[in-house]
């Protein structure tokens, strides 16, 4: 709770709105698992684990996507958010371990905490992840009010959605691809273009029944000009029809502004991963279990807001901050 005052006090997570299509940054979490290396090489950990000798509780992990490289050590999953774009003003909320045996992996662990986080803060209105999120991944937390922002699979392909009747009468073949609604077009040569629908407008519902979700909608032009309504979130029809909606299509696909302008978020997390390898001792964990990893990443974590304090209280001092919202913020915590 220390962690989520303080970001309050520096200004974040502290809108009120019912629904925020393209929050803030402010108001945006992101979140990146990590994996600080394990004190011993990797030969030297399986000649000990082959001899019956103590060695750490570290696994294996391959971080950058699918083509990125294997790490040897215990992961770590770290939630921030940061006020604006001033150098060293980032707040860690929370880190938590990444094991074996964590339900879901990293991606079911991250949206089982930022449900939490959404209960306990209702200024999270945002959400920033890396592809390892996927459309049963990304639901759960825009029925709870969170505006997510991923990447689409490299392996998307184009894929039939269903056949629509438009307000013009018209019978449309909708199809999906790269996170978007999209027509196709036969041409002469007999090849398939590609017709993006574009978005005209994009809102989400609060809750009006009992299970308290969200509903969201895009508004599409279809190749007829006339205006067509879709879901963005999962429907009970959709399971029927055995439709990933949430896999096939983005809140924000990755060629829209808000995605192009706001994605880059990430980029305090990774941030963040660089700045604990370094400050580890020859850039390796120093410990060997969980509960002596997690001291170390409370000290971190204590460290790096501390910093951000003092950035925060010296832009204060020089008149940076037009609103200080600290007092604000102070009588909503206590609220």
Same mark, same amino acid.
């Given at each position: ?6 970001a309050?006090q ?38 000990l ?22 790490v ?10 940061r006020p ?9 909320l ?7 045996? @964590?339900?879901? *992996? %990293?991606?079911?662990?991250?949206v ?5 986080? /959404?209960k306990? !803060? =209702? ?27 991923t ?5 998307d ?13 018209h019978v449309?073949?909708?199809? @999906?691809?790269? *996170? %978007? ?10 090849? /398939?273009?590609? !017709? =993006? ?5 994009q ?11 969200y ?16 879901r ?16 096939r ?19 305090? !997390? ?14 390796r964990m ?11 990443m ?8 501390s ?6 209280e ?22």
């Amino acid at each position: 709770m220390a962690a989520i005052e303080q970001a309050q006090q520096q200004g974040c997570l502290l809108n009120d709105a019912l629904t925020v299509n393209k929050p803030e940054r402010k108001d945006v979490i992101v979140a990146d698992g990590t994996v600080p290396k394990c004190r011993f090489r990797t030969k030297t950990y399986e000649r000990l684990a082959k001899n019956g000798k103590h060695v750490p509780g570290a696994s294996f992990y391959k971080e950058g996507g699918e083509d990125g490289t294997w790490v040897h050590g215990m992961k770590e999953l770290i939630f921030s958010v940061r006020p604006d774009e001033s150098p060293n003003s980032r707040i860690l909320l929370a880190t938590f371990p990444v094991t074996d045996k @964590t339900y879901g *992996g %990293e991606a079911g662990l991250t949206v089982k905490e930022s449900l939490r986080f /959404k209960k306990e !803060i =209702p200024g999270f209105l945002g959400f920033r992840f890396d592809g390892a999120f996927r459309g049963v991944h990304i639901d759960p937390l825009m029925k709870a009010g969170i505006s997510v922002v991923t990447p689409v699979p490299k392996s998307d392909k184009r894929h039939l959605l269903y056949e629509v009747k438009c307000s013009k009468g018209h019978v449309h073949e909708l199809h @999906t691809e790269s *996170g %978007e609604f999209c027509e196709i077009e036969l041409l002469d040569t007999g090849e /398939k273009n590609t !017709i =993006p629908c574009k978005r005209v407008k994009q809102y989400a519902n609060p809750p009006r029944t009992k299970d308290g979700t969200y509903r969201h909608y895009a508004e599409i032009r279809l190749s007829c000009g006339a205006i067509h309504r879709e879901r963005l979130d999962l429907t009970k029809g959709d399971r029927d029809l055995k439709l990933n909606r949430t896999e096939r299509i983005r809140q924000h696909p990755p060629e829209s502004p808000y995605y192009k302008d706001t994605y880059g978020y990430r980029a305090d !997390i990774e941030s963040t991963n660089n700045n604990l390898d370094s400050g580890l001792y020859r850039q390796r964990m120093t410990v060997d279990t969980l509960e002596r990893q997690a001291l170390i990443m409370i000290g971190f974590c204590i460290a790096r807001n501390s910093i951000s304090q003092q950035v925060h209280e010296a832009r204060l001092r020089e008149g940076l901050l037009d609103d200080p919202p600290g007092q604000a913020s102070r009588t909503k915590v206590a609220a």
